[in-house]
C-alpha cells in the first residue's frame, strides 16, 4: 500500500484551500462568492494560526471547517469514485468521518509553520449551472505566487465548495486517484480502505507535535 507524499508546503496549500469556506457573512457570501472566498480564507488563516491552541483544538477547528466548507456527502462520493456505490450505508457513513479528520489531521498543523501565507482571491464566474468559480493567487513567504481554484455551489444561505484546484490539480481527485489505487490492492473493499485511513489517523494521532 503506497501513499502519496506532498511537500510540507504544498500540504500547506491544499489546506487552506481546503477550509476557505468556513462560514462568515452568509447574506453576503451568497451574493458574491468572490467576497466570501476572500474574508473566509483570512478569518480560517487567522483561526489555525493562533499560537494559543495546542494541536488537537487546531485540529478540531480544522475538522469544524470543513464541515463549514464543504458538501462532505458529495466530496465523500466523488472520493471514492465508482466503489461509492458498493458501500454500505455504514461503510459510507465511517468513511465520511474518518476521511475529514484524516483531512484535518494532515493540514491543521502546517497552518502554524506557515502563519506567513497570505492570500488573494482575484475573480469570480458565474457557471450556468449556479456554480460559481472563485480564483485567486496564495502568496508564499518567499514571494512565490501559486494559482488556486474554488468551485462554489449555492445553498439556501450561503455557499459550498464541491472542487478547489491548486495549480491546476483537484484536490478531491488527487484524493479519488489514491484511494481507488488503495481500494484495488485490496480485492475492491471499501471497509479495507476506512481500516487504512483509521491506521493512518493512529500514527498522526500519536505523533508528537511539532508545535
Known amino acids: 500500500m ?6 510540507p508546503t504544498k500540504s500547506l496549500i491544499l489546506g487552506m484551500a481546503f ?15 468572490l ?27 480544522m475538522q469544524k ?12 462520493r466523488f472520493v471514492l469514485g465508482p466503489y461509492a456505490s458498493r458501500a454500505t450505508a455504514e461503510e459510507f457513513r465511517e468513511f465520511k468521518r474518518i476521511y475529514r479528520v484524516y483531512v484535518a489531521h494532515n493540514y491543521a498543523g502546517l497552518f502554524m509553520r506557515y502563519s506567513s501565507v497570505q492570500v488573494k482571491m482575484t475573480k469570480q464566474t458565474k457557471r450556468p449551472n449556479g456554480d460559481t468559480i472563485v480564483d485567486g493567487v496564495i502568496r508564499q513567504s518567499d ?14 444561505d450561503s455557499f459550498k465548495a464541491v472542487d478547489l484546484h491548486v495549480e491546476g490539480v ?24 476506512i481500516s487504512a485511513l483509521r491506521r493512518l489517523v493512529d500514527k498522526l494521532q500519536q505523533a508528537p507535535s511539532s508545535e
Do not use: C, Y
Not at 480564507?41 to 483544538?57: F, H, R, S, Y
Not at 514571494?143 to 439556501?156: E, F, I, N
Open 2 to 7: 503506497h501513499w502519496t507524499k506532498v511537500s
Open 143 to 156: 514571494g512565490t505566487q501559486v494559482a488556486l481554484q474554488m468551485q462554489l455551489r449555492p445553498t439556501d
Open 170 to 193: 483537484s484536490m478531491p481527485l488527487t484524493h479519488r486517484k489514491q484511494f481507488s489505487s488503495i481500494i484495488r490492492q485490496q480485492g475492491g473493499s471499501v471497509k479495507e480502505l
Open 35 to 61: 467576497i466570501f472566498a476572500q474574508r473566509t480564507a483570512d478569518n480560517a488563516i487567522k483561526e489555525l494560526t493562533d499560537k494559543g491552541l495546542a494541536a488537537p483544538q487546531r485540529v478540531e477547528h
Open 65 to 76: 471547517m470543513i464541515d463549514t466548507t464543504f458538501d462532505v456527502n458529495a466530496v465523500s
Open 19 to 33: 477550509v476557505f469556506g468556513f462560514s462568515m457573512n452568509q447574506a453576503m457570501a451568497q451574493a458574491d462568492g
